[in-house]
């Protein structure tokens, strides 16, 4: 930690809020990332704890933001289709465990197409033996353009180290 304060908004927009009479805290943090010093300044209404544990919690926050961030991107989360407590925790584990189990299966993270195929055999428009050998053929066609391009790049990689011997 390098500074811990409380501070006050005093522009004329925080005025016109009513919030220049509102305490908050400004801490900031110094950390390493890639062997470079940066500087991360925290800006909360918490006043009651160690500073140190508020760059804590922001960290683990972040963890939290990341990891939504991943459902959201991977998993083709994009909205809820219940709006029950329990509807919504059952979404998200089938979420999580439909892609840790494509993951798993196919050592890649999964498509957004698997993912549509998926949805059709959640909402009961198809089975999922219908769709496994349309994701089979799918996943197939997938890992031989992989190879292909790996091909690819070891050729350029080959040609650029015989350009730079010469």
Not at 28 to 53: F, Q, S, V
Not at 103 to 117: D, E, I, Q, V, W
Request: hydrophobic share 40%.
């Amino acid at each position: 930690m390098v500074q811990d304060r409380l501070v006050r908004f005093s522009s004329e927009n925080a005025a016109k809020l009513g919030l220049q009479h509102v305490e908050l805290r400004e801490v900031i943090i110094e950390y390493e990332e890639d062997g470079e010093t940066k500087t991360l300044r925290l800006l909360t209404n918490i006043l009651d704890i160690a500073a140190h544990l508020i760059g804590d919690l922001y960290r683990h926050r972040w963890q939290v933001e990341l990891f939504f961030r991943w459902l959201k991107s991977y998993g083709n989360f994009r909205h809820l289709i219940s709006q029950t407590k329990q509807g919504m925790q059952l979404s998200l584990y089938v979420a999580i465990i439909g892609i840790m189990l494509m993951y798993l299966h196919t050592g890649f993270r999964p498509s957004k197409y698997m993912f549509a195929m998926m949805s059709q055999v959640t909402s009961g428009g198809t089975t999922l033996e219908d769709i496994t050998p349309v994701l089979r053929e799918r996943e197939r066609r997938c890992e031989l353009a992989r190879q292909s391009q790996r091909l690819r790049n070891a050729k350029k990689r080959a040609e650029k180290m015989k350009q730079q011997q010469s």
